[in-house]
T-cell receptor, first 114, second 112 residues
Framework: DGGITQSPKYLFRKEGQNVTLSCEQN?????MYWYRQDPGQGLRLIYY???????QKGDIAEGYSVSREKKESFPLTVTSAQKNPTAFYLC?????????????FGPGTRLTVT | QKEVEQNSGPLSVPEGAIASLNCTYS??????FFWYRQYSGKSPELIMF????GDKEDGRFTAQLNKASQYVSLLIRDSQPSDSATYLC????????????FGAGTRLAVHP
């Protein structure tokens, strides 16, 4: 089965703890992304990576970190510096279709921090 | 600030009717425009994209783009209750062909 997997589906943490969200894809896509979605809001870009060992900050990178050591994997760490970490986190990957990059999403991880 | 604006809804239409979802964007340099469907509690699914002015049809869905007016819309013909979801509009920012900026979405409710 080709696709994007994220684990776990639900994650609960205490305030002050770092937590790492997993994202794996077997679509052979070069680019991968992390978004955050809050209720009633659109998706906001946290980090993205266009190739292995390279990544760029998105619009809301503060309090988050990523790595891209393998093409298939793009884990996101939510650090204790992130002030409002409770949200729905979505990983995506993209490929070039004609002149346009199409982004596809994983199933998401719902993080609750108390 | 590059923005994508959508009416939050809910847009309520009867089964079998045409649902019309609208989106405006502020960045004149945007080149590609995407529509995603998101069911409650799930991740977004790509419905279709458009990058040329005019209409693009795919089954019951038609995307319409007017770059001069900075306006993109999605028409859903013969709406079904299973089409009830939030529809997200996304655009590529100028200079960022591999990135997307999302609107907050329009909630569509199709009633029998």
């Amino acid at each position: 089965d080709g696709g994007i997997t994220q684990s776990p589906k639900y994650l609960f943490r205490k305030e002050g703890q770092n937590v790492t969200l997993s994202c794996e894809q077997n679509l052979n896509h070069d680019a991968m992304y992390w978004y955050r979605q809050d209720p009633g809001q659109g998706l906001r870009l946290i980090y993205y990576s266009q190739i292995v060992n390279d990544f760029q900050k998105g619009d809301i990178a503060e309090g988050y970190s990523v790595s891209r050591e393998k093409k298939e994997s793009f884990p996101l760490t939510v650090t204790s510096a992130q002030k409002n970490p409770t949200a729905f986190y979505l990983c995506a990957s993209s490929h070039l279709a004609g002149d346009t990059y199409e982004q596809y999403f994983g199933p998401g991880t719902r993080l609750t921090v108390t | 600030q590059k923005e994508v604006e959508q009416n939050s809804g809910p847009l309520s239409v009867p089964e079998g009717a045409i649902a019309s979802l609208n989106c405006t964007y502020s960045d004149r340099g945007s080149q590609s425009f995407f529509w995603y469907r998101q069911y409650s509690g799930k991740s977004p699914e790509l419905i279709m994209f458009i990058y040329s002015n005019g209409d693009k049809e795919d089954g019951r869905f038609t995307a319409q783009l007017n770059k001069a007016s900075q306006y993109v819309s999605l028409l859903i013909r013969d709406s079904q209750p299973s089409d009830s979801a939030t529809y997200l509009c996304a655009v590529t920012p100028s200079g960022g062909y591999n990135k997307l900026i999302f609107g907050a979405g329009t909630r569509l409710a199709v009633h029998p």
